[in-house]
T-cell receptor
Framework: AQSVSQHNHHVILSEAASLELGCNYSYGGTVNLFWYVQYPGQHLQLLLKYFSGDPLVKGIKGFEAEFIKSKFSFNLRKPSVQWSDTAEYFCAVSDRGSTLGRLYFGRGTQLTVWP | KAGVTQTPRYLIKTRGQQVTLSCSPISGHRSVSWYQQTPGQGLQFLFEYFSETQRNKGNFPGRFSGRQFSNSRSEMNVSTLELGDSALYLC?????????????FGNGTRLTVT
């Protein structure tokens, strides 16, 4: 089974700072990769996804993520965070060939952005 | 379009009881998945249904079961509740579970077992 690691449990930044959240997965085969975000009081929402092709993926709200196969990593980045980015961020993986209903999630990273 | 609807939002049960949670997927979505979220274990996959058939199951005991109806609505049942079953239970739906149909999550049902 997959295992997904998110390196930071809680990240605190000031507005306009750059963000990078780490995510590593264990499976050596072909995978689909996702970042989900949960804003306070809201449901989990898809931020971006990678299936194949260009390893640099752009998502909503200025987020992007880079898939580095050799490092089993899929780090999330944003050049300049805003207060409204305060949320919990989850990295998730599915095995290629499996349905997308079965995702393996990391433990999440709480991002707090101070105005 | 209405999102994924889960009922009830909150539930308090006693050890040994059983509970049924309900999920109405987004209209047109045929795949429904269930997840358990706890502070200790994070988000863990329970099972996935598609066209009334379970097509994936996570590593949970048999006390956890589910079903899907012909209108794609789904229920999950937990029998003989234990304190450790206290969690947020999330339902997610997608068109067919394929690559072009990512999961859409509901707000969850918060179950507390006392």
């Amino acid at each position: 089974a997959q295992s997904v690691s998110q390196h930071n449990h809680h990240v605190i930044l000031s507005e306009a700072a750059s963000l990078e959240l780490g995510c590593n997965y264990s499976y050596g085969g072909t995978v689909n990769l996702f970042w989900y975000v949960q804003y306070p009081g809201q449901h989990l929402q898809l931020l971006l996804k990678y299936f194949s092709g260009d390893p640099l993926v752009k998502g909503i709200k200025g987020f992007e993520a880079e898939f580095i196969k050799s490092k089993f990593s899929f780090n999330l980045r944003k050049p300049s965070v805003q207060w409204s980015d305060t949320a919990e961020y989850f990295c998730a993986v599915s095995d290629r060939g499996s349905t997308l209903g079965r995702l393996y999630f990391g433990r999440g990273t709480q991002l707090t952005v101070w105005p | 379009k209405a999102g994924v609807t889960q009922t009830p939002r909150y539930l308090i049960k006693t050890r040994g009881q059983q509970v049924t949670l309900s999920c109405s997927p987004i209209s047109g979505h045929r795949s429904v998945s269930w997840y358990q979220q706890t502070p200790g274990q994070g988000l863990q996959f329970l099972f996935e249904y598609f066209s009334e058939t379970q097509r994936n199951k996570g590593n949970f005991p048999g006390r956890f079961s589910g079903r899907q109806f012909s209108n794609s609505r789904s229920e999950m049942n937990v029998s003989t509740l234990e304190l450790g079953d206290s969690a947020l239970y999330l339902c997610a739906s997608s068109l067919a579970g394929g690559e072009d149909s990512p999961l859409h999550f509901g707000n969850g049902t918060r179950l507390t077992v006392t």
